[in-house]
Each structure stands twice: as C-alpha cells, then as structure tokens.
C-alpha cells in the first residue's frame, strides 16, 4: 500500500504560480511512477503530467506542456508540480498518483488505469 498527501493548493490569479506537493509514505517511493490528473466540476479526469520512478522520463498533456513542470525527490518520497502562467481553465481538484514500476517506465503513463494509488486532491483555484 501507498499512502498520498496533496499540499499547496489554493487561489492564485490569472498568470500566476502555483507549486503543489505529494507525500508518500509505504512502499519504496522510488518503486513507483508518479503523476498528476485533475479533475473540473462536470468534467472527465484529465491527465497533467507523470514522471517516471528515476525523474528521468517526463510527460505532460498537451493543455499543460511548456507551463507546468514535474519533479521528484526520492529521498523525500515527494513529487512536485511546479505550475505557471496560469490560466481559468487550469482550475480543477489536482490528484496525486501512483504506480508500482520497479526499474521499468510504465506502458501507458498517460492513463488514469495505469496507477494503482490515488490521494483526495487538492483544489486549485485561479481567478481572473
């Protein structure tokens, strides 16, 4: 089992930034692929971006590519979203994701189905 905790989240305004946090805490942090979806009022969970269990393979959905930014630190089993330029749309519930992928990046890590760990999210609001 995996725990997660979101943190950071809040009301930022158009253009702004925004930085959320993962813990985890259970298995070997560094066993597992992590990844941010998110998820408007009325609308479909959407993929943000995932990272691989070293950092060295990252992934970002097209709506998000070029402002957001991914990271990790094992030794803190915390994974990071660094958000900028941000836009109304970019209002959602953020969740934090895990994957068990010992050594091996993960197939489909753009797919919700992929990860097996989930947190509760945490809101992101932005403001015009």
């Known amino acids: ?4 905790v979101e943190s950071g989240g809040g009301l930022v ?8 946090s993962c813990a985890a805490s ?6 597992h692929a992590m990844a941010w979806f998110r998820q408007a009022p009325g609308k479909e969970r959407e993929f943000v971006s995932a990272i691989s269990w070293s950092g060295g393979s990252t992934y970002y959905g097209d709506s998000v590519k070029g402002r957001f930014t ?7 089993s ?7 330029s941000l836009k109304p749309e970019d209002t959602a519930v ?6 068990f992928s010992p050594g091996m990046p993960l197939s489909a890590p753009k797919s919700s189905g992929s990860y097996d760990y989930w947190g509760q999210g945490t809101q992101v609001t932005v403001s015009s």
């Open 1 to 4: 089992q995996v725990q997660l």
């Open 70 to 76: 991914i990271s990790r630190d094992n030794a803190k």
């Open 13 to 20: 305004q158009v253009g702004g930034s925004l930085s959320v």
């Open 78 to 84: 915390t994974v990071y979203l660094q958000m900028n």
């Open 94 to 99: 953020y969740y934090c994701a895990a994957a």
């Open 26 to 31: 259970g298995r070997p942090f560094s066993s």
